[in-house]
């Protein structure tokens, strides 16, 4: 199955990547366990997004469109990153995640959501 790993933003994720020897040495950590996911042949994909001050939001209404510059109101409902995993079952997406570094400098949260299977 696949599923999507959702890294939920917080308010430091959303001031951008700051350079310091504490995000230097989360990234190489972060490095380290995406290189075991590699090697495992479960990481489909991974990448890492900008702070909500530089998307923009599109708004449907019937046939209206309306663009909304961010930054976007309440981080923590917001993404700051994402994995798509290859994966035998939800189990064992949990036990990977389980074995993440924390993706943030405080308290973080990572969802993981399951594909659809049209098959």
């Not at 790993?5 to 990547?17: F, H, N, P, Q």
């Not at 998307?55 to 994995?83: N, S, Y």
């Amino acid at each position: 199955m696949r599923v999507m790993v959702l890294v939920k933003a917080t308010e430091d994720s959303e001031k951008g990547y700051q350079p310091s020897p504490e995000t230097d040495a989360m990234m190489a950590e972060m490095g380290r366990f995406n290189d075991a996911l590699r090697d495992a042949g479960i990481l489909v994909m991974a990448d890492g997004l900008t702070p909500s001050s530089q998307g923009k939001r599109v708004a449907f209404d019937g046939a209206d469109r309306t663009v909304i510059d961010g930054p976007f109101p309440q981080p923590r409902e917001l993404l700051a990153g994402f994995w798509i995993w290859k994966v035998k079952d939800m189990d064992e997406a949990v036990a990977w995640v389980k074995r993440c570094p924390n993706p943030m400098p405080g308290p973080s949260i990572i969802e993981i959501r399951p594909f659809h299977d049209l098959e």
